[in-house]
Each structure stands twice: as C-alpha cells, then as structure tokens.
C-alpha cells in the first residue's frame, strides 16, 4: 500500500455523545491511526493537546460537548483507495443490517483489515463504501483464512456494549470445521491454556503451554464422512487461534490448516484444488441493550460441500 507523509493543520473537535466517555489517548489514536502511540502520549505531555482550551492528561475522559484541539502532526496517508468495483464487491457480502451494526459474510481469503503487504480488508473497503459513516469499526476479529460472520459496528457506544458483552462470555459463537479421519471425542470441552509466541517476521504462533491463558472450546460431532468429520466448534473464550490449535493438540487438525494442520493431507487437498482453511464462522448471537435476542447466520460454503461430496 503506497503511502506519503503529510503534515495535518489544526483541528478542532467537537466531541459527540457516542464518543463521550472514551480516554482521549485512545480517542485520538482511532481517529489517526498511522500516529505513532509514542507521539501521542507525546504532545498530550506537552500541552499541546488541548480541551476547551486547557491542557488534560492522557488518562481524561472526554464528555459530551468537548471541543478538542489537535495540533499539527506528521501522518502517514494512503495513496490508494479501493476501487469501485472492490468496494460494490463487499457490499455484497452483508448479510444483515441496522443503525447500528453491519453484519458480513466474510469469504476465506480477506482479511478484516489492511496491513502486512495486505492493501484492503474488509473495514477499509466497507468505510470507503459507506464514507457517510464516520464511526465504522470491527466489532471482533476472524482470520483470514477462515469464512463467515463478522460484526462491525456503526457507532461508538454499540462498540463499547459489545465488547462488554465478549468480556462477559455472552456472545455465543459457532464454528463449523472439517477434520481428517474418524472422530472419537463425541460431545466434549478441550480446556487447554495458549500461549502466544510473536515470531521475527511479525507472525503470531500459539500452543497449548500450562502457562499459557484459559481457553476453552466446546465440541460436538455433527456428520462423520468416510474420511472426514464435521465438527462444531463453540469458543468459550476467545483467544488466538483457538478452534486451530485445540483441535490439533487432540490430533484432529482442521483440513487445510497450513500453520497447524497435517502438511501431507494438505498437500493432498492441494492437488485436487482445494486450496482453504476448512474452518467457518457458521453464527454469532447475542442480547441487545433491550433484551432482545440476534442471532445471524452464515450458510455452509460451496467448497465445503464440494469437498465433502468427493
């Protein structure tokens, strides 16, 4: 992604009550994001960060009605934008909206957002699609690799809610994932702490290490095939890599799973074209503010059974 660095003017802003009650660090680091952390801790020290004319501290909780002043700085900005035809392209993966969520069906193969060597994901295409809606942002994460539902929200406070109700545990989540060979673990609950391991080239890498952090994954046999099996994935909670690496550590790699999966069976699905992570984001459901129950869903990707029919 080519970029050119550009030095901003003055900015005044006026804080909306759906930004109100957010650090103003944070604040100012979602609104420019190529801003270094270090540059924003930097001129907030020096005073030159200001609210309603008076210097603040980097921990202050901007309200309602704040006028914010930003001073010049130096940013990163792209030089490229998505084109016409890439931002109509995801348009068509919605599955559902509202005022106040977007609810996509993320294909395998993009990736939520740009960056290492990746020009596009799906937030910079959606905000370019939707450039009347100032405040777009993930709600959660997936991989790249895997398909299916993903939330993004439309305004500040629903992300706020919802990631109160991700740190509650109450965002049910399912997964639909294709193992090699016969399953022998019926309905069961893998309880195994991860641990992340952050590589030279900037990939993350887990494994099941007792020191590691509590990680729980419900799973359920839903069709055993004649040389694979369908299996549902419930994530307790929701760690790196979960789905993929619990079930490899009980010996039922996820087919096509290039990072924890079986190298020869992969090779395998290769050569007959099958070139995915067989791993889906099936559903997502939870409670609203009201009480009212969501829940959206994503149907079974062709690829899964065209792979399951041969």
Known sequence: MKQELKKTKVKKINITKDDAGQRIDNFILRKY?????????????????????????PSYKIKENDELRMPPVMIRENTESPSLKQCEKVLD??????????????PTGMAVHGGSGIKFGV?????????DQNNLELIHRIDRETSGCL?????????????????????????????KGFWRFGENKIDKPL???????????????????????KVKLINQYKDCAL???????????????????????????????????????QKKGMK?????AQSIGFLDKNGADHLYTSPMPKDFDNFIST
Do not use: W
Request: overall charge positive; glycine content about 6%.
């Open 33 to 57: 994001k190529s801003l270094p952390r270090s540059k924003v801790y930097r001129i907030l020290r020096r005073g030159e960060v200001r609210i309603n004319s008076g210097r603040v501290s």
């Open 93 to 106: 993966f919605i599955l559902y909206e509202d005022k106040d969520i977007l609810v996509i069906d993320k």
């Open 123 to 131: 937030i910079e295409l959606i905000r370019a699609a939707r450039p």
């Open 151 to 179: 939330m993004l929200s439309k305004k500040r406070s629903i992300l706020r809610f919802m990631h109160k109700q991700f740190r509650l545990g109450v965002i049910k989540k399912n997964y639909f994932s294709l193992v």
């Open 195 to 217: 641990m992340t391991h952050h590589r030279k080239n900037g990939e993350r890498h887990v494994t099941c290490e007792k020191s590691g952090k509590k990680a729980l994954t």
């Open 231 to 269: 299996i549902q994935c419930q994530p307790i909670t929701g760690r790196t890599h979960q789905i993929r690496v619990h079930l490899s550590e009980l010996g039922y790699p996820i087919l096509g799973d290039e990072r924890y999966g079986n190298r020869n069976v992969n090779m395998k699905l």
């Open 276 to 280: 995915r992570l067989f791993l889906h």
